[in-house]
């Protein structure tokens, strides 16, 4: 699965490289946009209908591929300790570094922070350094991050975002629009935890697609959102004086 997520996102990239719209595939398939949109969500495509997009690149699914593997080999997926420490321990860094993930160009991260463009251009040769980012001409910004990138599991950013967001995080009543907090509590087998693992790693997936889908829209049309999937095997510490 994670594989054909790789080769849908270069698919889709190849595509904006050749000027090329959800449109003019569904154009190519006879299908609604709408279709060809759920397609791309769902990546499920068959041969033929790959194929026929390939077609109007002027590409071989083969060509595809290898355009994967390529692209694969160039990007970041995790960072080291080491890195992940020095983006932990400045905020301005990770700030900067959270928006340039998020495709924030350098003349936003100076409008809407208090950055300087001296201060800017010190925090993305940082980035660049630690090749999450190529900084181009005119201090553009190329991400270099590979689509499964991830924080290490309780490392530095981790540990920062748990120790010092948690509690503004969860600050909240959760009853704006753009808000919810969903609480189950349930008595699982391990075959069902599994099973509740896949499907929470499918919908994080979701998000990656419809934020990756949305990077294209101007910035005052997209909002800071944060999701948090978390599940663990826990009784409530509360009840502990009650438990034989």
């Given at each position: 699965m994670a594989q054909t997520k790789q080769l849908i996102d270069t698919l889709k990239r190849a595509l904006k490289a050749h000027g090329l719209s959800y449109a003019d595939v569904a154009s190519q398939l006879t299908l609604s946009e709408a279709s060809?949109?759920?397609?791309?969500a769902e990546a499920s495509f068959s041969l033929a209908r790959l194929d026929a997009i390939c077609q109007m690149m002027d590409m071989e699914i083969s060509d595809l591929v290898l355009l994967m593997n390529n692209q694969a080999r160039s990007m970041v997926s995790k960072l080291s300790f080491e890195q992940e420490?020095?983006?932990?321990?400045?905020i301005a860094l990770?700030?900067?570094?959270?928006?340039?993930?998020n495709r924030w160009t350098?003349?936003?991260?100076?409008?809407h922070f208090h950055l300087s463009e001296h201060e800017c251009i010190r925090y993305l040769v940082v980035l660049d350094r630690l090749r999450l980012i190529d900084l181009l001409a005119g201090n553009r910004i190329k991400l270099k991050v590979a689509t499964n990138f991830k924080w290490l599991d309780n490392g530095p950013i981790q540990q920062f975002f748990q120790q010092k967001v948690a509690a503004d995080f969860f600050n909240t009543q959760f009853t704006e629009q753009?808000?919810?907090l969903i609480?189950?509590?349930g008595?699982?087998?391990d075959a069902a935890m599994i099973v509740f693992h896949r499907?929470?790693?499918q919908l994080a997936r979701d998000f990656d697609e419809l934020n990756n889908d949305d990077a294209v829209l101007p910035l005052d049309q997209r909002r800071g959102t944060t999701a948090v999937f978390a599940m663990r095997s826990w009784q409530y510490g509360l009840f502990e004086r009650l438990r034989k």
């Open positions: 060809v949109k759920r397609l791309f420490q020095e983006i932990a321990t400045n990770l700030l900067v570094t959270v928006c340039v993930l350098m003349p936003q991260l100076m409008d753009q808000e919810q609480v189950k509590n008595m699982l087998s499907k929470v790693e």
